[in-house]
């Protein structure tokens, strides 16, 4: 999958509660089509309807009693599924993939957050995954604290994960920190300041890494649409 993974180019939006990735990403992508690209956007855990089945049992207070090693397991079923369904197929036929987490957030939650060691789980998501990795990982910075005050602002209740506390937020931030300065494709945002300053600095991080738009024109392809058009091909993935 890693090598194969075609012309497209796989952008991940990450961070921790609050951070601004859902607000993000329609910004993101509606300014991808706007210059012609066609773009498909998705999230972890979701994007498909096993990865969906997976974010209701995994993220509902109301759920079953999960312990780390079956949610590790379970966030990485719904990765292999939206690699595979989705990810894959767009990045085959061309278009730009615009995901709200993936591989950083299992290595900050599970490796970091829930202790069970980050080297301990890479081979496990490179099998999920089939090695294929984002293009470019973009990493929202914001304190824990501001993140859960925006978040309460929003009104929206903590979900199962959430609801772990300040202690086990400030352990998958710590993790974000160490993950940016090993990995290269990952870069750090600061995600204080307006919606539109974090736009403009999330933009500017991606320079340079897009292929060509389709000389006809862009739009939208919904996740799991095999219509779309080809472009040239960026840096190879992985
Ligand atoms: N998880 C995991 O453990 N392991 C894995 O492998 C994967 C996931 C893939 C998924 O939840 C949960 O699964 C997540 C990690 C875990 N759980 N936790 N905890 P999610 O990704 O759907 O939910 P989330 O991370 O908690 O997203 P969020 O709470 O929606 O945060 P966000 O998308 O980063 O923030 P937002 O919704 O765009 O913004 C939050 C509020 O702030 C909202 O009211 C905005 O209007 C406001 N906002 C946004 N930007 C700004 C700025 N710049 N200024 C002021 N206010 C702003």
Known sequence: MGEGSGPGCFLVLEGVEGAGKSTQLPALAAWLEERGHVVVTGREPGGTRLGESVR???????GPPVCDESELLLMLAARAAFVREVVGPALARGAVVVADRFDLSTLAYQGFGRGLGAERISPMIEFATG????????????????????????????????AEGRAFLERVAEGYRSLVRQDPRAVSIDARGTVSQVQERIRAAIQGLLPEPPGSGGGSTPAGDSSGSTVPPPASNV
């Open 56 to 62: 209701s049992l995994l993220l509902d207070q109301e």
């Open 131 to 162: 090695g294929l990795r984002p293009h470019r990982t973009l990493v929202l910075d914001l304190p824990v604290e501001e993140g859960l005050a925006r978040q309460g602002l929003s009104g929206r209740g903590p979900d199962r994960i959430e």
